[in-house]
């Protein structure tokens, strides 16, 4: 069963510790990109990646550090940097050349 | 960059009733426009995009309009249902080799049985 699966569903984060979001993709897409959701603000692009050892800052890249050492797997640590944390996090993956976009179930981080 | 803007916020129409979204878009070298439907609590999924080569394209009860000129595009739904209901986002592929997508800030859809 192809897809991008994102995990844990739910994350509780206390302040000042780093968290790791996991997403992973068996789509054999090269690009990969973590977007964040909060309420009425649409999706912001934190980070994307075209090709393994290799990525690129989006918008709202402070407070996140993200690695692409495997093309199938894409992790997103939110730092204790990052001051407002609380949020949906969604991965998604897209194939070279073409740019639909498959999204994972997603991952909300909720700073306690 | 490209930047997307997305209207209204909110729209409630009756069931039965059309809803249109529109979308205006910055970057002229844009040439793919998806549309994304997100259920509450779930994942955007794809329900229907254009390039830039073609005005308009239909699948069933949605439809996307392009106008490169003007740089903004739109989705209609026609004979809405209850399942309708949903925050849409619209989206522009940038200029930039990574072609990344640049979304609007959704529209949150209400069909009133």
């Known amino acids: 069963d192809g897809g991008i699966t994102q995990s844990p569903k739910y994350l509780f984060r206390k302040e000042g510790q780093n968290v790791t979001l996991s997403c992973e993709q068996n789509?054999?897409?090269?690009?990969m990109y973590w977007y964040r959701q909060d309420p009425g603000q649409g999706l912001r692009l934190i980070y994307y990646?075209?090709?393994?050892?290799?990525?690129q800052k989006g918008d709202i890249a402070e407070g996140y550090s993200v690695s692409r050492e495997k093309k199938e797997s894409f992790p997103l640590t939110v730092t204790s940097a990052q001051k407002n944390p609380t949020a949906f996090y969604l991965c998604?993956?897209?194939?070279?050349?073409?740019?639909?976009?498959?999204f994972g179930q997603g991952t909300r981080l909720t700073v306690v | 960059g490209e930047n997307v803007e997305q209207h209204p916020s909110t729209l409630s129409v009756q069931e039965g009733d059309s809803a249109v979204i529109k979308c205006t878009y910055s970057?002229?070298?844009?040439?793919?426009f998806p549309w994304y439907k997100q259920e509450l609590g779930k994942r955007p999924q794809l329900i229907i995009d254009?390039?830039?080569?073609?005005g308009e394209k239909k699948d069933q009860r949605i439809a996307v309009t392009l106008n490169k000129t003007a740089k903004h595009f739109s989705l209609h739904i026609t004979e809405t249902q209850p399942e309708d209901s949903a925050v849409y986002f619209c989206?522009?592929?940038?200029?930039?080799?990574?072609?990344?997508?640049?979304f609007g800030s959704g529209t949150q859809l209400t069909v009133l049985p």
């Open positions: 254009i390039r830039s080569n073609v």
């Open positions: 990646s075209q090709i393994v050892n290799d990525f």
């Open positions: 989206a522009a592929a940038g200029s930039g080799s990574a072609r990344q997508l640049t």
């Open positions: 789509l054999n897409h090269d690009a």
């Open positions: 970057d002229s070298a844009s040439n793919y």
């Open positions: 998604a993956s897209t194939k070279a050349g073409v740019t639909e976009a498959f």
